[in-house]
């Protein structure tokens, strides 16, 4: 599957962002999704998770309340509504699918998207 991320941009402290990541084939459906971050200097971390059918949905702990992770299968479409926003959000944002179970690993997700620059200004 290919994934293409989209809808970063900048935004002020207290704003609002959607992220979208648009899948091609047609087993989108059968994969778990995830939203994965990484600001300058530092290592990718994960952010949030949903199963396939997006009856399960896990957040990390720095997102939690803010952001909401879901998808449409229909459109074959992840996104990533975020609210709130504080200038340590700010990354690059990517997308990416396993098979099976959703997880917070990086290393467990075989498809990446390009990624998404957020960057929030204080």
């Known amino acids: 599957v290919q994934l293409q991320a989209s809808g970063g941009g900048l935004v002020q402290a207290g704003g609002s962002l959607r992220l979208s990541c648009a899948a091609s084939?047609?087993?989108?459906?059968?994969?778990?999704m995830g939203w994965f971050r990484q600001a300058p200097g530092k290592e990718r971390e994960f952010v949030a998770r949903?199963?396939?059918?997006?009856?399960?949905?896990v957040y990390a702990d720095s997102v939690k309340g803010r952001f909401t992770i879901s998808r449409d299968n229909a459109r074959n479409t992840v996104y990533l509504q975020m609210n709130s926003l504080k200038p340590e959000d700010t990354a690059v944002y990517y997308c990416?699918?396993?098979?099976?179970?959703?997880?917070?690993?990086?290393?467990?997700?075989?498809?990446w998207g390009q990624g998404t620059l957020v960057t929030v200004s204080s």
């Open positions: 990416a699918a396993k098979g099976g179970l959703s997880s917070t690993q990086a290393a467990e997700y075989n498809f």
């Open positions: 949903i199963s396939w059918s997006g009856g399960i949905t």
């Open positions: 084939g047609r087993t989108f459906s059968s994969y778990a």
